[in-house]
């Protein structure tokens, strides 16, 4: 091929932007294009992760290392399935990789979830998070609330409920968080866990957190604290279950003082039946659960009421159906074979590829997509050679084609001015940074002209 092979990536966060690194470290000249519906890059990273996880976001720093180099162009505020279609990137690249990620909750399917003040993990991520598309109001008019699940997200959800809104001042919690944040009126949040302590998907380093806030008290409930042969043997093949048992076990054989404003109770082996209430939230209904031996659970058939008026379901994400691609609805993910997309047949779309959540599910740390996007750039790679060749190559006729449809597309100097921007606000503050929220701002400020 005489010039750079040219591939379009649908999604500006870690997997595509790992996946573009991957290309440009392989052996073929590349020209990639990485787009992403949001006016900024960096996807989980800048929405969906705590703000006051700092080492977490720290990844940005490599991730912006990618992101500069010269194959790589940024166009973000284009939504695909709107503003492009499958058949317009067709026209200009030679092929296409999907990263669109997981960027809704998974059902929970009991009586009452629906209820008012019953919400998905998501949508409280993405208003703490400061998402464009999610709502500038929370009300947190619940003293007592409660959080369902067992992992990293189920923290972050329990910990920012729990947190007093001055500890986040140093970070870039947006202004109207703060605000909906210093008015809550929470003294309790409630972690169940439907399975054991040795089964939780924690952290060590998240969970260790949940132990460092001021007026927060963390009290791990003995009911339910209960480990059998299976957790036994998982402690002893993984030092991160070790560590995450060994420090459940430390606060549970605290005796609680109740002497801090708010409380952060953690429950094992409680799964959730019914959300109680009429119009909105009153309480929660839980099943008490027995480990089975195997490191499964079976219920008891014993049930109890906890009285809380919000419920936030943290049971996993999900990724949403991509325009012009088959989607297992079941699964939330592309069908694809090694990253391949396939069509209806089964036989894989030419030139079309997946990578990250949206391609193996929303498992694994931000981390394992570095796999994924080995992968999935292999067989691209492996197919370049009978890749059709698209009828628009240069590298300007996709901005053309952009501008003709009046597509307000952002750049990677955009980025810049608007991370300036940021900076410049939480300077003003002695703060790191204060992030913008209203899209239409991002825009504005981001195409500036210098």
């Given at each position: 091929?005489?010039?750079?092979?040219?591939?379009?990536i649908?999604?500006?966060?870690?997997?595509?932007?790992?996946?573009?690194?991957?290309?440009?470290?392989?052996?073929?000249?590349?020209?990639?294009?990485?787009f992403?519906?949001?006016?900024?890059?960096?996807?989980?990273?800048?929405?969906?992760?705590?703000?006051?996880?700092?080492?977490?976001?720290?990844?940005?720093?490599?991730?912006?290392?990618?992101?500069?180099?010269?194959?790589?162009?940024?166009?973000?505020?284009?939504?695909?399935?709107?503003?492009?279609?499958?058949?317009?990137?067709?026209?200009?690249?030679?092929?296409?990789?999907?990263?669109t990620?997981?960027?809704?909750?998974?059902?929970?399917?009991?009586?009452?979830?629906?209820?008012?003040?019953?919400?998905?993990?998501?949508?409280?991520?993405y208003?703490?998070?400061?998402?464009?598309?999610?709502?500038?109001?929370?009300?947190?008019?619940?003293?007592?609330?409660?959080?369902?699940?067992?992992?990293?997200?189920?923290?972050?959800?329990?910990?920012?409920?729990?947190?007093?809104?001055?500890?986040?001042?140093?970070?870039?919690?947006?202004?109207?968080?703060?605000?909906?944040?210093?008015?809550?009126?929470?003294?309790?949040?409630?972690l169940?866990?439907r399975?054991?302590?040795?089964?939780?998907?924690?952290?060590?380093?998240?969970?260790?957190?949940?132990?460092?806030?001021?007026?927060?008290?963390?009290?791990?409930?003995?009911?339910?604290?209960?480990?059998?042969d299976?957790?036994?043997?998982?402690?002893?093949?993984?030092?991160?279950?070790?560590?995450?048992?060994?420090?459940?076990?430390?606060?549970?054989?605290?005796?609680?003082k109740?002497?801090?404003?708010?409380?952060?109770?953690?429950?094992?082996?409680?799964?959730?039946?019914?959300?109680?209430?009429?119009?909105?939230?009153?309480?929660?209904?839980?099943?008490?659960?027995?480990?089975?031996?195997?490191?499964?659970?079976?219920?008891?058939?014993?049930?109890?009421?906890?009285?809380v008026?919000?419920?936030?379901?943290?049971?996993?994400?999900?990724s949403?159906?991509?325009?012009?691609?088959?989607f297992?609805?079941?699964?939330g993910?592309?069908?694809?074979?090694?990253?391949?997309?396939l069509?209806?047949?089964?036989?894989?779309?030419?030139?079309?590829?997946?990578?990250?959540?949206?391609?193996?599910?929303?498992?694994?740390?931000?981390?394992?997509?570095?796999?994924?996007?080995?992968?999935?750039?292999?067989?691209?790679?492996?197919?370049?050679?009978?890749?059709p060749?698209?009828?628009?190559?240069?590298?300007?006729?996709?901005?053309?084609?952009?501008?003709d449809?009046?597509?307000?597309?952002?750049?990677?100097?955009?980025?810049?001015?608007?991370?300036?921007?940021?900076?410049?606000?939480?300077?003003?503050q002695?703060?790191?940074?204060?992030?913008?929220?209203?899209?239409?701002?991002?825009?504005?400020?981001?195409?500036?002209?210098?």
């Open positions: 091929m005489s010039r750079p092979l040219r591939v379009a649908i999604g500006a966060g870690p997997a595509g932007i790992y996946a573009a690194d991957s290309l440009i470290k392989s052996e073929t000249p590349v020209d990639i294009d990485l992403d519906r949001m006016p900024a890059p960096y996807g989980l990273i800048r929405y969906g992760v705590a703000p006051d996880h700092p080492r977490i976001k720290g990844i940005v720093s490599a991730l912006q290392r990618i992101m500069e180099k010269p194959q790589l162009r940024f166009l973000g505020n284009v939504d695909y399935g709107v503003d492009l279609k499958l058949a317009d990137l067709r026209q200009h690249y030679d092929a296409v990789i999907f990263a990620g997981a960027d809704g909750d998974r059902p929970l399917d009991i009586p009452g979830i629906d209820l008012p003040h019953s919400y998905g993990a998501a949508e409280f991520v208003w703490y998070d400061g998402y464009p598309e999610a709502p500038r109001e929370w009300t947190l008019d619940a003293e007592q609330v409660a959080v369902i699940g067992a992992g990293n997200v189920a923290l972050d959800v329990a910990r920012v409920l729990a947190k007093q809104a001055d500890d986040l001042l140093s970070t870039e919690i947006p202004d109207n968080v703060y605000r909906g944040l210093k008015q809550s009126r929470i003294t309790d949040v409630h169940f866990a399975r054991g302590p040795a089964q939780a998907k924690f952290t060590p380093l998240e969970l260790r957190e949940l132990d460092h806030q001021d007026g927060v008290e963390v009290i791990v409930h003995p009911e339910g604290f209960e480990l059998d299976a957790s036994q043997e998982a402690i002893r093949s993984s030092n991160q279950v070790k560590t995450v048992v060994k420090t459940l076990q430390d606060w549970a054989l605290r005796e609680p109740y002497d801090t404003p708010r409380r952060l109770h953690v429950h094992f082996l409680r799964a959730p039946a019914e959300v109680l209430g009429t119009d909105r939230v009153a309480g929660l209904k839980t099943q008490v659960m027995e480990l089975t031996g195997d490191g499964n659970v079976r219920g008891t058939g014993e049930f109890e009421t906890w009285e008026q919000q419920v936030y379901r943290a049971v996993g994400y999900l949403s159906p991509v325009a012009d691609l088959p297992d609805s079941e699964k993910t592309i069908p694809n074979e090694g990253g391949r997309v069509g209806l047949d089964g036989t894989p779309l030419e030139g079309v590829y997946t990578t990250g959540w949206v391609k193996r599910g929303p498992v694994g740390l931000i981390g394992h997509t570095k796999g994924d996007a080995l992968e999935t750039i292999g067989n691209l790679l492996a197919d370049a050679a009978q890749l060749a698209p009828e628009f190559p240069e590298r300007e006729a996709v901005l053309q084609l952009l501008e449809r009046q597509v307000e597309y952002t750049t990677w100097e955009g980025w810049q001015r608007l991370d300036a921007h940021e900076k410049a606000l939480g300077e003003a002695g703060r790191e940074r204060i992030k913008v929220v209203p899209r239409e701002e991002m825009v504005r400020i981001s195409r500036e002209s210098d």
